[in-house]
């Protein structure tokens, strides 16, 4: 939410298109929403779990239900970004989109959707960070992104003249640091249950576990997602 309210808070004070390019950026929130909802729905569908298996001394488990969460979100993310490309012009028609304010939420969309697997693994894999007792780091998580896009945005909007396309180009970067900040963690010895570089086979039963109870925020995002565009729907 930050990230889209410092987004449109720059982009409503761009000279002679701020309406346009603000309403068309608005269009695109129902579809960010959706994402983070996917990005939830692994992420505190499995960090609970990997709490649980820790208390029970498991880590051998408690680390593969991590590593399943984390291939869940790479490959949702990936495919979020192909499905994404393919309908994104009839998607945003259909959200709200006019022939006017189309180019402003295409630019925009386009570009969050290139980093969209950064967002998936940032958001997706934090859970897992406070999980393992270290509430700063994943607060921090979220702090730099954040206010790295704050300082972002104004030099890609106006000194660099990107416009719509710059706060989108400004959320991915932020987005990147805050799951390379993640990731790094994870991987490094701080961290008591760690990521695996290698590959490890997904296992239906912990898919099952981590969809079930990742089911509610997963639904909550969603339902968060429709509302709003069928607000843009009506309001049209």
């Avoid at 990731?183 to 249950?193: D, E, Q, T």
Wanted: proline share 3%.
């Amino acid at each position: 939410l930050l990230y889209n309210l410092v987004d449109r808070m720059y982009i409503g004070h761009i000279p002679g298109a701020s309406s346009l390019a603000l309403t068309g950026v608005g269009i695109t929130f129902p579809v960010i929403s959706m994402i983070t909802a996917f990005a939830s729905l692994y992420g505190m569908g499995g960090a609970p779990l990997c709490s649980m298996a820790r208390g029970k001394k498991d880590y051998e488990k408690a680390r593969r239900i991590m590593q399943d969460a984390f291939w869940m979100l790479v490959i949702t993310g990936i495919l979020l970004t192909i499905v994404g490309f393919l309908i994104e012009k009839p998607l945003l028609y259909a959200l709200g989109a006019s022939d006017v304010t189309y180019p402003y939420a295409s630019a925009y969309l386009k570009i969050y959707l290139l980093g969209n697997l950064f967002v998936m693994i940032g958001l997706g894999m934090n859970p897992f960070v406070n999980a393992q007792g270290f509430g700063t780091t994943g607060m921090l998580t979220i702090v730099i992104g954040a206010g790295l896009n704050i300082v972002l945005d104004p030099v890609f909007i106006y000194g660099l003249h990107m416009g719509v396309r710059g706060a989108a180009v400004a959320t991915v970067i932020s987005q990147f640091i805050s799951a390379v900040w993640t990731l790094r963690f994870l991987l490094g010895k701080r961290a008591v249950v760690r990521l695996q570089k290698k590959y490890m086979p997904l296992q239906k039963k912990r898919i099952g576990r981590i969809l079930g109870l990742g089911a509610s925020s997963f639904t909550m995002g969603v339902t968060n997602s429709l509302v709003q565009m069928v607000c843009n729907a009506t309001l049209q």
